[in-house]
């Protein structure tokens, strides 16, 4: 008899554990959200990149309402992403508990950038494109000891993560392109550098082009 009362004794010592282990958790559904202040991985993305947003305090089962400030609103999760598909300077506002707190983001006018920085000692005419001719072509001068602006360009093909770089350079009247393959990469910067040694060759359907460095041209 003494045995079995222990036995009952025993297991009742041990549901009341359970059942306090299960109220420990839900006591965190009763926390108080205190700060609607919220963090951004990125506040300078490229189109179509994923920014993520993260509330500082993501506690029980709060409703947090994400106005991304391009006409979109998103009500659930304290962490959310969102891709902006024009650019431009978006003010993002999350509501939690009456509470609202902001952050600016700024989104650039493409997928990915770059610039053309000369090295070298001539002058040139730039014409760029991605993907054989699959996004944006930009134009522009490039003086010696220079560099362009930075182009910013969008690849219909930005599901891939790199892209084929194309350019012609216009120099005495002829057309000249880099003799290597380049490719950059989506959602980054790139600077394609030019120097006197570079090598490039005509652009010219009969056999194979000959090669020749800048300087010589």
């Known amino acids: 008899m003494i045995m079995k009362c222990r036995l009952n004794l025993f297991k009742k010592l041990i549901l009341a554990s359970i059942l306090l282990t299960f109220a420990a958790c839900d006591n965190t559904?009763?926390?108080?959200?205190?700060?609607?202040?919220?963090?951004?991985?990125?506040?300078?993305?490229?189109?179509?990149?994923?920014?993520?947003?993260?509330?500082?305090?993501?506690?029980?089962?709060?409703?947090?309402?994400?106005?991304f400030g391009d006409g979109n609103i998103e009500v659930g999760k304290y962490n959310v992403t969102h891709k902006y598909e024009k650019a431009g300077v978006y003010t993002v506002t999350m509501t939690v508990n009456g509470m609202k707190s902001t952050n600016e983001i700024t989104v650039k006018s493409g997928s990915l950038s770059f610039r053309i920085i000369n090295k070298s000692t001539t002058y040139f005419d730039c014409l760029t494109y991605l993907d054989n001719y699959s996004s944006t072509v930009n134009r522009f001068l490039v003086y010696p000891k220079s560099q362009s602006d930075t182009i910013y360009s969008y690849?219909?093909?930005?599901?891939?993560?790199?892209?084929?770089?194309?350019?012609?350079?216009?120099?005495?009247?002829?057309?000249?392109?880099?003799?290597?393959?380049?490719?950059?990469?989506?959602?980054?910067?790139?600077?394609?550098?030019?120097?006197?040694?570079?090598?490039?060759?005509?652009?010219?359907g009969l056999g194979f082009p000959s090669s020749v460095m800048i300087k010589d041209l």
């Open 155 to 204: 690849s219909y093909t930005n599901a891939t993560k790199m892209h084929l770089f194309g350019v012609s350079f216009f120099i005495n009247n002829s057309e000249y392109t880099l003799r290597d393959i380049k490719w950059i990469e989506n959602f980054k910067h790139s600077d394609i550098i030019i120097s006197d040694s570079t090598i490039v060759v005509p652009r010219s």
């Open 29 to 67: 559904n009763d926390l108080e959200v205190k700060t609607a202040e919220f963090s951004v991985n990125n506040n300078s993305a490229y189109l179509t990149e994923t920014v993520t947003f993260t509330a500082k305090d993501s506690l029980g089962e709060n409703e947090y309402t994400w106005d």
